[in-house]
């Protein structure tokens, strides 16, 4: 057990939908990133969020956005969905946020599948 | 941008054999590198890391990892599989200054009995 725990563990909507996915890093950590794992793309980073703000952004659409709350927190929202939305998306905590050395742990993950 | 290749989608090693993976990053200067692995349903866990200094890194479960800056690759090694090894292991790079990582592709460790 990594200590981040992401809800829900699955979700299955509709496309053209709207959902939330939620994660709570590990105590003490004030980093969380977000990642999108699918078959044909593989482990993609989406946005990471440090103390509340916005540290860096990666491969993320414009239909999906992130937030980071005062308790530390994290929701991913994702809009419009579509079918290739369908993936496993993961949410991972630090200690800091600047720099190569840390260590992120990883959530189980949420899986999404958009019908 | 940092890369990352694990050039290997499947491999399958008898229980018992030693097992290496192979991981190649494509970086300017020296990276930060990593080893996760990802058992069925569950997220990604840490074996082990290398940032600097001693080029052989041990992490956990009795995997380790060479550093080869001349080819420029990161190998997961471990002398004896067991069969709770099969998972998905994926080789990432981070970079001086950034916390994100860029992942490889993975390889898929199936153990034969």
């Known amino acids: 057990d990594s200590g981040v725990t992401q809800t829900p563990k699955h979700l299955i909507t509709a496309t053209g939908q709207r959902v939330t996915l939620r994660c709570s890093p590990r105590s003490g950590d004030l980093s969380v990133y977000w990642y999108q794992q699918s078959l044909d793309q593989g482990l993609q980073f989406l946005i990471q969020?440090?103390?509340?703000?916005?540290?860096a952004k990666g491969n993320i659409l414009e239909r999906f956005s992130a937030q980071q709350f005062p308790d530390l927190h994290s929701e991913l929202n994702l809009s419009s969905l579509e079918l290739g939305d369908s993936a496993l998306y993961f949410c991972a905590s630090s200690l800091a946020g600047g720099r190569g050395t840390d260590t992120q742990y990883f959530g189980p993950g949420t899986r999404l599948t958009v019908l | 941008a940092q890369s990352v290749t694990q050039p290997d989608i499947h491999i399958t090693v008898s229980e018992g054999a030693s097992l290496e993976l192979r991981c190649n990053y494509s970086?300017?200067?020296?990276?930060?590198l990593f080893w996760y692995v990802q058992s069925p349903g569950q997220g990604l866990q840490l074996l082990l890391k290398y940032f600097s200094g001693d080029t052989l890194v041990q992490g956990i479960k009795g995997f380790e990892a060479e550093f080869k800056r001349s080819q420029s690759s990161f190998n997961l090694r471990k002398p004896s599989v067991h069969w709770s090894d099969a998972a998905e292991y994926f080789c990432?790079?981070?970079?001086?200054?950034?916390?994100?990582?860029?992942f490889g592709k993975g390889t898929m460790l199936l153990v034969s009995p």
């Open positions: 969020y440090y103390n509340g703000e916005e540290r």
């Open positions: 970086y300017g200067a020296t990276p930060y």
């Open positions: 990432a790079v981070g970079i001086s200054g950034y916390s994100t990582l860029t």
